[in-house]
């Protein structure tokens, strides 16, 4: 029964149950959405933190430039020069 009445809205039925009832449906229902919205801010915190500390271990231009070179000259591919 309550898991039929969480999925009408509370207008739909609102001239079948009592004012009580209806009020503690709202209730439980707008305390489920903060939950749930707490709960996703968590998780992006969470994985926007990982994210910003994982960019340590991204190498920076000068080592991604020199590696770039490298998997160049082992290819036998040479850099257009600029002159």
Not at 13 to 30: A, M, N
Not at 57 to 83: H, I, Y
Request: a positive charge; charged letters at 20%.
């Amino acid at each position: 029964m309550t898991v039929l009445l969480m999925c009408l809205s509370v207008t739909k039925v609102s001239g079948f149950i009592p004012k009580v009832v209806r009020d503690e449906i709202t209730t439980i229902s707008h305390t489920a959405i903060t939950d749930a919205n707490k709960e996703a801010l968590s998780y992006a915190i969470l994985f926007g933190t990982i994210g910003l500390f994982s960019t340590i271990w991204l190498p920076n231009g000068t080592n991604a430039d020199f590696e770039k070179n490298l998997v160049d000259k082992k290819k036998g591919l040479r850099k257009p020069s600029l002159q």
